[in-house]
Nanobody, 123 residues
Framework: QVQLVESGGGLVQAGGSLRLSCAAS????????MGWFRQAPGKEREFVAA????????YYANSVKGRFAISRDNAKNTVYLQMNSLKPEDTAVYYC????????????????WGQGTQVTVSS
């Protein structure tokens, strides 16, 4: 059983930055592909970014490419999401998730989820 705990959300003005963290426990972190998803009110959960077991490969949704960066520290069992040039449309609850599969942007392929952290971007 893997437990994931996100942190780092908050309120920021458009153009600002936030760094989200997701701490994992209860599993072998380095064996998991890690992903970030988000869900805005009234919308489906959508893929944001993912990173491979070793961190050597990263994947991004087109909407965040060039603004967000995913990274991981396997020694600290933590995955990060650096978010720059934030826009009001980035407002959502952000979730981290883990899977033993290779990269996927489909939420159903992820086995464990955190509780989410709210990100609000004001205009």
């Amino acid at each position: 059983q893997v437990q994931l705990v996100e942190s780092g959300g908050g309120l920021v003005q458009a153009g600002g930055s936030l760094r989200l963290s997701c701490a994992a426990s209860g599993g072998t972190f380095r064996r998991y592909t890690m992903g970030w998803f988000r869900q805005a009110p009234g919308k489906e959960r959508e893929f944001v970014a993912a990173i491979s077991f070793s961190g050597g490969r990263t994947y991004y949704a087109n909407s965040v490419k060039g603004r967000f960066a995913i990274s991981r520290d396997n020694a600290k069992n933590t995955v990060y999401l650096q978010m720059n040039s934030l826009k009001p449309e980035d407002t959502a609850v952000y979730y981290c998730a883990s899977t033993v599969l290779d990269y996927s942007d489909y939420p159903g392929r992820y086995d464990y989820w955190g509780q989410g952290t709210q990100v609000t971007v004001s205009s």
